[in-house]
C-alpha cells in the first residue's frame, strides 16, 4: 500500500462503477478525462486521477487484444503474488553471461553487474512460454507441416518495446506525490493484467511485472522476423518492457526521460547477455502491430516513432520493412503513416519495392496468414 494513498471514499466508488458500465475503453477513458477536468487544479491526488490512470494503460495493453487469449485459452494453476515472490531466480531464468552477473538478489530485489536493479517482489506468473516460430525461407511448409522443421521453444528471443500512454504529471518536486501514486497504481494495474515483463517508471526504476519465463499480454496480433525465423502473435516469443511515458505526449509532457533510457538500456543489455537476443530481434509495438481484420500494419503505434535506438546500444531498427508486409502483404493507411518515424516511412516504400520484385500476389500472402492463424489458434486451444 503507498504512503498517503487517500481512503476510497463514495465519489470514488461511485465514479468506478460508472466508468464500469462503459464497455469500449476509448470511451471509458474519455468519460474519466471529462470527470477529471472539473477537478481541482493543484496536482494533488483525486479519485478521477486515479482512476484514469488505471484506465488509460488499457489502450496501450488491452485494446485490440486477441480474444482468444483469454476466452478459450487453457491458463494452468498460477503461484500466488507470494510464492511468485520468494521464487528463485535460477528457477525461471538462465543465468547472465557475456559479463554481466546477477550480484545480489534480496529482498525483493535484484542488482547486476552493469548497474541494473530490477524491483521483483511482487511479480506476476501466468501461462509457460512456449512457441513455434516459422523458417523464413521455407513458406510452403508454415501452413502444411507446421513445427515440421523447428521445435518448440521456450527461451525469449526478441524484445518488444512500448509505452503505457497513461496519464502524465509535471515531472517536478511539487508532483512528487501524484506522481509516486500514479506509478504504483499503474504498476498493480499492469500486474493484475500480467501486461508486461517490465515497466520502468517515470524515476527509471525497472519493476517486473510478469516472469521472464511467462507469457505477457503485451504485443497482441502482430509479425516480427529476423534473418531465419518469422514470429507471429509475440506474447509467447519476446518480452514486453513498457515505459511509463506517451510516444506523443501531450501538453508539453516529455518522451521516455534520460532516467528512463538509462534504465531501458541495461535492462536490455541484461536480458540480451542472458538469452543471447539478437539487436535486430530488439523491436517497438508500432513496428510489429497489427490487425487481422482489415489487413493494416500498426493496430497500435506506440514507439512506432521517437524510439533512440543509438542510445540502447541497438542499430537503428526503423530501417527494418515490417514483416507482415513482406511475408503476410498487410498494408498501411494514413493514420498510420502519419504517427511513425520518418525512417519507417522510407522502409515502408523499401518494404513495397521488394514486394513489387517478389511478384507474389498480396491476397495470396494474406491468406497465407489466414490459413496459418487458423492453425495458430488450434495450437493456442490445444496448448499446443
Ligand atoms: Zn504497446
Redesign the pocket.
Known sequence: MQQGRPPASWMSVWLHWRAAQIKDPVARLSYLRRYASFAPKAFEVTPARAAIVTAAVTL??VLYWPSITSASKPTPPSLSRSQAATKSLSASAPPVRQGIWLVEQKNGHEIYSNGLRIEAAGAATHTPRRYLPLPRHKPDTWTSEPGANAPFRTAPIGIVY??TESELFPFQASSNRILQYAGAKLLEYVRNRKSYHYLIDRFGRVHRVVEEDRVAN?AGWSVWADRDWVYVNLNESFLGI?FEAQTQPQDGAEGLNAAQIHAGRILTEMLRARYDIPAENCTT?GQVSVNPDNFKIGN?T?LGAGFPYAAFGLPDNYRIPPPSMLHFGFAYDSVYWDRIEPQLRLSLQAGEKQLHQQALRRSDMQRRYREYIAIWRKQQEHGI
Open positions: 496501450c495493453a512500448h509505452t503485451h513498457s509495438h497500435h506506440d
